[in-house]
């Protein structure tokens, strides 16, 4: 093929690399229609474009040499060490990409556009192509130049990378362009600095959702590779909600509440998992009897007086339901004295007035039957 003056050079010492993948399709450019295809083909197809791929149509692959920033050259004709994918070159003159390599160099299979605006050649032994072009000079392979970094939403922890687990972050490097490997959030479910992590989505650098699969699979895309592409796994944490009952005067944890609409015998034998920013219900139980006293739910242990609410919880948290008793027992005597809170209540403005204890002797050893509540 001839050689001609070209329009557009893709050599990197004029056009950066990401000039290069400008138009986000490598290695296609603008076009000269006057000058020569092999190199724009051989290049397109050592980046994985097929023949007149509507990614990088025929009109954009004229170029006049590999560029040296994405390929590195190996020199001589004896082309030792060659492998599918590489580009063989022909001196200034001609460039045709591997197809199948073979242990004899002159049974290559390689694929190439033989001149300006031909057609494409698949399968073409080298020995054809020596013929045409003559020795060969060299190859150019493409290099590792991208790296991904895989990291999670939280400082440290464990991130899987094509099936090991490694640090986070964890950055895969001297990876080719549109490499694809599979990546985990391998930290789902596990214990790290005292929470629980809950897995719920890939984000990538630019803050877009990429994936909402715990194990997914990526692909190099960015066309810049000095700018990583980056993969965080989003976590939520899961927060231990404790829920206690206070009965005042004495104590403990005992009696019965409600939970999500279900009741629950306290204490329960593990706490309630609530994953941010969910919300958890309760329902502190009034007149309940402990020890043969009534007790009635007052407030909750932050000052709350509904005895059925919503929490959201933004940590591990024990909610508490106070709970007062109806009278108040002295010792002293044969008998205890029983002390009854009787105050006047104003119903126009639901209002108590103070405290007024009455007292009165009783037997706390006396079995209260049902209907004999005292009100």
Same mark, same amino acid.
């Given at each position: ?50 023949? &007149? ?16 920033? %994405?390929?590195?050259? &190996? ?30 160099? %002159? ?19 080298? $020995? ?38 490694? /640090? ?34 890939? %984000?990538?650098? /630019? ?100 005895? $059925? ?27 205890? %004295? ?20 009455? $007292? ?16």
């Amino acid at each position: 093929m001839m050689r001609t003056i070209i329009l557009l050079m893709i050599n990197l010492t004029i056009f950066g690399a990401a000039d290069l993948f400008a138009q986000h399709i490598p290695p296609c450019q603008g076009n000269a229609h006057s000058t020569s295809i092999c190199w724009g083909y051989a290049t397109g197809r050592a980046f994985g474009r097929s023949w &007149n791929d509507s990614r990088c149509p025929l009109n954009t692959l004229y170029f006049t040499g590999i560029s040296t920033t %994405l390929f590195h050259f &190996n020199e001589g004709a004896s082309l030792s060490g060659i492998s599918a994918g590489d580009i063989v070159v022909f001196g200034a003159v001609h460039a045709a990409y591997v197809r199948t390599p073979h242990s004899n160099p %002159l049974d290559f299979k390689v694929d190439q556009v033989p001149n300006i605006n031909g057609p494409e050649q698949t399968n073409v032994s080298l $020995s054809d192509a020596i013929d045409d072009y003559g020795q060969p000079t060299g190859y150019y392979r493409e290099k590792k130049l991208w790296s991904v970094t895989v990291q999670n939403s939280f400082t440290g922890g464990k991130v899987g990378v094509n099936g090991t687990e490694w /640090d986070s972050p964890y950055t895969e490097s001297e990876l080719y362009w549109e490499s694809t490997f599979n990546i985990d959030a391998v930290m789902d479910g596990r214990l790290h600095d005292n929470y629980i992590r809950r897995f719920v989505k890939w %984000l990538q650098d /630019d803050g877009s959702d990429y994936n909402t699969s715990k194990s997914t699979t990526i692909t190099i895309t960015k066309y810049n590779f000095s700018e990583p592409e980056d993969y965080t796994a989003i976590f939520r944490k899961e927060f231990n909600i404790t829920f206690q009952n206070n009965f005042i005067g004495v104590g403990g944890n005992a009696g019965i509440i409600k939970v999500n609409g279900q009741q629950y015998t306290l204490p329960t034998s593990q706490p309630f998992q609530v994953v941010e920013p969910n919300s958890i219900t309760a329902e502190a139980i009034s007149g309940q009897v402990y020890n043969y006293i009534i007790y009635a739910f007052t407030q909750w242990s932050d000052g709350n007086t509904s005895y $059925s609410r919503t929490f959201t919880p933004t940590d591990h948290t024990t909610y508490i339901a106070n709970t007062d008793y109806e009278y108040v027992i002295t010792g002293g005597y044969t008998h205890d %004295l029983v002390q009854y809170d009787v105050r006047a209540y104003y119903s126009n403005e639901g209002s108590f007035a103070d405290p007024n204890y009455v $007292s009165a002797f009783g037997r706390l050893d006396v079995k209260i039957m049902a209907g004999d509540a005292i009100n």
